[in-house]
């Protein structure tokens, strides 16, 4: 039996990157897919294709995940499609990287918006349907940076640090209905945002993590299926760091 059979999960912002490869994770375990992305365009498109082509449902829904209204509106489109909600993945992010003396009002406000407020807003829509069926899985993709901050990153590390309080405030919340809530906190991993690091740069910081690479988003994908399924049945509140030993 596949982990995810017979499951609904919602992953935000994952026309791309790891969100996609959560996607397409979770589909190869059964999993049927809804996903959300700013816009649904060729890329979003071709995402959904490829999910469908494990065999599960899949759908794509265009939605900004920092608006409160548009979020109540695509969370009760996913439920008529889909019928429930098991498992939501908060994975929608951006980033607006500046020296704090530089950063911006602007800055700061885009990206707790996108980074945090979007789970606020999609947990408070999934929660009514997960606490009528007695049960779900919530996973907050932070970062380790929101672990032990970094310079040039407040705004981001900020945000990151707010899932992980996020998810242990719902997991104490609704823990007694069944539904449990953890955080990833990725390190160092090979997307499209890390490529255009200078190569000398890559180098320095894959030296310093004990496993000596750069993590994978396959690597991201597989800790996700574990707390999306029953094999975590007993495992909420906890930030489960992917990071190769980078930050112990």
């Not at 059979?5 to 190869?28: C, D, M, P, S, V």
């Not at 609704?174 to 539904?179: A, K, L, P």
């Not at 991201?220 to 906890?238: C, E, K, P």
Request: aromatic fraction near 6%.
């Amino acid at each position: 039996m596949e982990l995810l059979e017979g499951k609904t999960a919602l992953i935000t912002g994952a026309a791309r990157g790891i969100g996609k490869a959560i996607a397409l994770r979770f589909a190869a375990e059964g999993a049927n897919i809804a996903f959300t992305d700013l816009v649904i365009d060729e890329t979003g498109k071709l995402t959904e294709t490829e999910i469908a082509e494990c065999g599960v449902k899949a759908k794509g829904y265009a939605s900004n995940a920092a608006d409160f209204g548009q979020t109540q509106e695509v969370v009760k489109q996913v439920i008529a499609d889909f019928g429930s909600i098991d498992i939501l993945v908060n994975n929608a992010g951006i980033t607006k990287d500046k020296l704090m003396l530089r950063m911006t009002e602007q800055d700061w406000d885009a990206v707790l918006n996108v980074n945090l407020k979007s789970a606020f807003n999609f947990i408070n829509a999934v929660l009514p349907t997960m606490m009528r069926q007695r049960g779900g899985s919530i996973i907050n993709m932070s970062s380790v940076v929101g672990v032990h901050g970094n310079a040039g990153q407040a705004n981001y590390s900020a945000s990151k640090a707010g899932l992980i309080a996020l998810a242990k405030s719902v997991a104490q919340e609704v823990g007694s209905r069944g539904i449990r809530a953890n955080a990833i906190a990725p390190g160092f991993i090979d997307t499209a945002m890390t490529a255009v690091i200078p190569e000398d740069m890559r180098k320095e910081w894959v030296n310093r993590i004990p496993l000596r690479r750069a993590g994978s988003v396959d690597d991201i994908a597989n800790v996700a299926t574990f707390l999306a399924s029953d094999m975590s049945a007993y495992v909420t509140g906890q930030v489960i760091q992917i990071d190769g030993g980078m930050n112990m």
